[in-house]
């Protein structure tokens, strides 16, 4: 079992940035992948981006490539995303996730709570 508890989101607008952290609590880490997801009003949740906790590798959407970065804190269990250069689009509600293996995707078995990202125009 993994609890994921995410935090930092917030209203910001447009052309700022924010940090979202994801800390996972429960089982060890290392055979996970990690990511965030997204989910916009009246839309399907979508990927963001990934992070292999084992290795480290990565991967974006094409939306947020360049402005989105995704890290790991090994010692305190935290996955982060970092968010710059906002846009209306990024708005949503961000949900940290986790799965056994090598990739994250829209049916991964372990969900945060999703926190509110708000930009405004």
């Known amino acids: 079992q993994v609890q994921l508890l995410e935090s930092g989101g917030g209203m910001v607008q447009a052309g700022g940035s924010l940090r979202l952290s994801c800390t996972a609590s429960?089982?060890?880490?290392?055979?996970?992948?990690m990511g965030w997801f997204r989910q916009a009003p009246d839309a399907e949740r979508e990927f963001v981006a990934a992070?292999?906790?084992?290795?480290?590798?990565?991967n974006y959407a094409d939306s947020v490539k360049g402005r989105f970065t995704i890290s790991r804190d090994n010692a305190k269990n935290t996955v982060y995303l970092q968010m710059n250069s906002l846009k209306p689009e990024d708005t949503a509600v961000y949900y940290c996730?986790?799965?056994?293996?090598?990739?994250?995707?829209?049916?991964?078995?372990?969900w945060g709570q999703g926190t509110q990202v708000t930009v405004s125009s």
């Open positions: 996730a986790a799965h056994p293996g090598l990739v994250v995707t829209t049916t991964s078995r372990y």
């Open positions: 429960g089982d060890t880490l290392w055979s996970y992948a």
């Open positions: 992070i292999k906790w084992s290795g480290g590798s990565t």
